[in-house]
């Protein structure tokens, strides 16, 4: 189900988790890899290609993942892109069932001032979020762990930030056990 207004949205009636990132970080390609479904999410080489918030009720039906649009360079109009922002903004503030963002990174270009913008706004919001590392089948092995232990310390004086950074591949689905373990450890009854 997708929503580009908040009165679209699904009722608040359960547990939600967000990917949210860079424009073709990998969000879609993440979120089928850890649903163990290939087309849920529409991955595409364009950045912007997703434009609403995407809502995706996992199997069991206590926990609900969305898709956020990317934020940053977006092959879309100006008025398009600030829409979407504005609603992102207001979703994540507003969410009570919110349970926590993931914010994905690029391992090849690691954090970014817009990333850095986005997690001010976590904060400020106080929506509790989990760096995740995308793409590391990209970068040789030493690099991702220097990765995480660099974004570790860039985030460790961050209120709203989860202090457990997550490496994960899509394409060889490293990371995606530990990651899908996170997510059900927020589940009331199975954490």
Excluded: C
Excluded at 131 to 160: F, M, N, S
């Amino acid at each position: 189900m997708g929503a580009v207004a908040l009165d679209h949205l699904p009722e608040p009636d359960r547990l939600e988790v967000a990917f949210a990132g860079r424009s073709n970080v990998g969000k879609s390609s993440l979120i089928n890899a850890l649903t163990n479904q290939k087309g849920l999410a529409r991955a595409s080489g364009e950045p912007g290609r997703t434009r609403e918030l995407n809502f995706f009720n996992v199997e069991g039906g206590d926990l609900r993942i969305v898709d956020l649009p990317g934020y940053g360079y977006a092959k879309a109009p100006k008025p398009v892109v600030e829409k979407w922002t504005r609603l992102t903004k207001a979703f994540l503030r507003g969410r009570v069932n919110l349970k926590r963002v993931y914010l994905l990174i690029d391992s090849r270009h690691g954090l970014k001032d817009v990333d850095l913008k986005i997690m001010d706004v976590f904060d400020e919001a106080a929506v509790s979020y989990q760096v995740v590392l995308t793409k590391t089948d990209k970068i040789k092995p030493p690099a991702v762990k220097r990765l995480i232990g660099e974004t570790g310390e860039k985030i460790a004086r961050r209120p709203a930030a989860f202090p457990r950074v997550i490496a994960t591949s899509s394409a060889k689905q490293d990371g995606v056990d530990q990651l899908r373990a996170e997510i059900v450890a927020l589940l009331p009854d199975m954490g």
